[in-house]
């Protein structure tokens, strides 16, 4: 009889070759549609938000900056993967695009959308974001976007997550870790 690791193994190698090319997408758009569509995605994500739960406009006034990502996508059997697009303000201008990709492994099954915006509290760990340097579980950090929610919500080491979720269902207790991307705006003017 074969052991329950062997019977998962193949499973889980072809999970982590599909997660592995979601990773490759480009942190930019590549071209004005594209551009023009995630914008307008963006903005229509900061307007949700702010429908939502209007305590959280504070947070936009008064950050050093903002990534919002309109959908992120995650999928799991065992091993899990998300990924998603967005876009970073600073004092309330879009200054470049961003991604987000995150692995985990644990007891976790299905498929699920959510939107996440990220505040950064001062330049530290705005700069940090930029760099590449960012990484955490955002589930362990990330407050649900609903009525009031901005009322209590409160920056840990300089950052605030708030996420809304889209569609799907998932099920986990899985431990993992949300890495970013980024590309300033001027980097990719032709």
């Known amino acids: 009889m074969k ?13 982590l070759m599909i ?3 979601g990773g490759c997408a480009s942190t930019a758009p590549e ?20 429908t939502t739960d209007p305590s959280m406009q504070k947070f936009f006034d008064n ?9 992120i996508t995650a999928g799991a059997l065992i091993v899990g993967g998300a990924n998603g697009n ?22 976790q099954i299905g498929g699920q959308s959510y939107a996440e915006i990220i505040f950064f509290e001062n330049a530290s760990p705005l700069a940090e974001f930029k760099s590449g340097q960012t990484t955490f579980d955002a589930r362990a950090t ?25 569609g799907g269902l998932m099920a986990q207790a899985a431990v993992g870790g949300q890495s970013f991307k980024f590309v300033p705006l001027s980097s990719t003017s032709p």
């Open 3 to 15: 052991s329950p690791f062997l019977m998962l193994f193949p499973l889980t190698l072809v999970t």
């Open 19 to 21: 997660l592995s090319l």
């Open 31 to 50: 071209n004005d549609n594209a551009k023009q569509t995630l914008d307008q995605q963006v903005q229509g994500t900061i307007q949700d938000f702010k």
């Open 63 to 71: 950050a050093a900056g903002y990534a919002v990502f309109p959908a």
């Open 86 to 107: 967005g876009e970073l303000f600073e004092s309330g201008q879009m200054t470049g695009y961003c991604s987000m990709t995150q692995g985990n492994i644990g007891a």
């Open 142 to 166: 990330a407050v649900a976007a609903s009525a009031g929610a901005g009322t209590t919500a409160a920056y840990q080491h300089g950052v605030l997550i708030f996420t809304k979720p889209q």
